[in-house]
T-cell receptor, first 113, second 110 residues
Framework: DVKVTQSSRYLVKRTGEKVFLECVQD?????MFWYRQDPGLGLRLIYFSYDVKMKEKGDIPEGYSVSREKKERFSLILESASTNQTSMYLC????????????FGEGSRLTVL | KNEVEQSPQNLTAQEGEFITINCSYS?????LHWLQQHPGGGIVSLFMLSSGKKKHGRLIATINIQEKHSSLHITASHPRDSAVYIC????????????FGTGTSLTVIP
């Protein structure tokens, strides 16, 4: 069974803390994505990566960075968490070809106090 | 401007009812995704379709590329169908990114 696994389902952090959200996929996909999901706003793309060490900004990259050192792992980093980054974070990967099929992780619900 | 519009935003149905969720998009595409998200859960892909109709159990998805419209139908709805349904279309020349609708929240009452 193909899988996208996110390291933490629920996190509570304090303002100013550094936060790591990790995502691992076992499908050898090149494309991986980090989205943020907020009520009424739907899914918004933070960053995506189309290969190891390659990344591109999405629609809302401010306050976030990413790391892709290995093909299967795509990490989202909040250098200094703020309360407006309280949200559900979803990692996804897509299969090769156009268009690719989308596979999502279970999501990480982050609360910043 | 939203490239993908869904309707309705919220939908409540009695168990057994036939349900339709609509998705209209403004970009040129060759395929569209329907996704499902149960409360508190991750997102799973239901369908990826580029023409005509696809069926999986009680779920049927149709697409009209010329009219830029897709529908997701649920026959004999059940409380376990309660979820948010999201349509998504690929964006850009490479299809590496996606436009998403804001979702339709479905509640099926026993």
């Amino acid at each position: 069974d193909v899988k996208v696994t996110q390291s933490s389902r629920y996190l509570v952090k304090r303002t100013g803390e550094k936060v790591f959200l990790e995502c691992v996929q076992d499908m050898d996909h090149e494309n991986m994505f980090w989205y943020r999901q907020d009520p009424g706003l739907g899914l918004r793309l933070i960053y995506f990566s189309y290969d190891v060490k390659m990344k591109e900004k999405g629609d809302i990259p401010e306050g976030y960075s990413v790391s892709r050192e290995k093909k299967e792992r795509f990490s989202l980093i909040l250098e200094s968490a703020s309360t407006n980054q309280t949200s559900m974070y979803l990692c996804a990967s897509s299969s090769p070809g156009w268009p690719g099929e989308l596979f999502f992780g279970e999501g990480s619900r982050l609360t910043v106090l | 401007k939203n490239e993908v519009e869904q309707s309705p935003q919220n939908l409540t149905a009695q168990e057994g009812e036939f349900i339709t969720i609509n998705c209209s998009y403004s970009v040129g595409i060759s395929a569209l995704h329907w996704l499902q998200q149960h409360p508190g859960g991750g997102i799973v892909s239901l369908f990826m379709l580029s023409s005509g109709k696809k069926k999986h159990g009680r779920l049927i998805a149709t697409i009209n590329i010329q009219e830029k419209h897709s529908s997701l139908h649920i026959t004999a709805s059940h409380p376990r169908d309660s979820a948010v349904y999201i349509c998504a279309v690929p964006s850009g020349n490479t299809g590496n990114q996606f436009y998403f609708g804001t979702g339709t929240s479905l509640t099926v009452i026993p």
